[in-house]
């Protein structure tokens, strides 16, 4: 639509309303002051008790229609979640039944209560007891809520199972870098000082660890379904978070101090696509901090595989190491001498360039 037509109307509507405002001030000034007062609190009293009906409707409604289109209806995708959400529940159980209990109570006493001929309201000015009850009730509830919360919080932060794997998540300006420990299942240590885009090092590596040389960093976050994950987040440059809500988690990126989180994924993409009936269903990861210009461009892609297909993705995947120094990969062997005395040369000039730096341990 034409924007000038829509401003005329807007224009239009605001002059009828405002000439019908004009109209019913002069009645009002015909009728008489206290009539005209009498008349308004009806009609307020009426609007009250209209809003509070329309209100708890359309709430109703939105809640029908909008529920199952929310990752609330596909459940949770990780065991611990499962957690999270019964705790959402309860907690929107108890704050939604004291929300509608005073919404009810607020505007049908307006209602009620409207002005009207030999009634004088009752003025109470202080009340111990009633004082203590909405302090002590809402105390209580509220710290059983926080207790139950700090110990799923601890649960998910603290130590995971034997059986779980290590991911390490690092968020960047705008994007994320995973990393695996490779057949060692160690990852290796690594430094922002060592950190060279244009060698391939995106991370900062330390070469001189060589728990380094199979570790390898898909494009993809890959999980094991039914096989606790522990990840291990952290920041190249701002805050970042990683936000996980098909999971129903997040935890902050810092750069310089590692943050840990530890879930176990349900169902594998596979099963999420035929759950949701959504043949191009994909579990997401997301920032959750807003970190600069390009924040609403840093999605990541999860992959939840079984166990062979995870071990068949890693099989094919090259360590960064033989990105970084081609003539140690064992695909691109030549002729021995040439090819091994200059990779050593290259390992040795960047361990050298690199030996002064404080290292961090993971
Ligand atoms: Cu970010």
Known sequence: MNIWLLLGI???????????????????VLKGEKKSREQSNRINAFMMLCFLVVGLAGAYICNKHL???TLFAQGSASKEGEMIDTMFMVTTAITGFVFLLTQI???????????KEGRKAFYIPHNNKLEVIWTVIPAIALTVLVVIGLRHWF????????????????GKQFGWIFRYPGKDGELGKKHYTLIKEAEGNTLGQDWADTKNNDDVMPTTLYL???KPVKLVIGSRDVIHDVGLPHFRLKMDAVPGIPTTLWFTPKWTTKEM?????????QYELVCDQLCG????AMRGVIEVVTQEEFDAVMAKQKPNYY???????????????AAADSAEAATAKIVAGTAGGNKTKI
Do not use: C, R
Not at 10 to 28: C, R, T
Not at 273 to 281: A, H, I, R, V
């Open 273 to 281: 696509k035929e759950q949701t009936k959504n043949p191009d269903f």
């Open 67 to 69: 529920y199952p289109k």
């Open 224 to 226: 094991v379904k039914d």
């Open 10 to 28: 807007v224009l239009m509507v605001f002059i009828v309303i405002f000439q019908i405002a004009k109209a019913s001030e002069y009645v009002n």
């Open 323 to 337: 990105t970084v120094f081609p003539d140690k990969d064992p695909a691109n062997a030549k002729p021995a001498g």
């Open 293 to 296: 210009s390009s924040h609403y």
């Open 155 to 170: 649960k998910i932060t603290g130590d995971p199972p034997a059986n779980a794997m290590v991911v390490e998540i690092t």
């Open 105 to 115: 109570a607020l505007f049908w006493f307006s209602f009620k209560y409207q002005e």
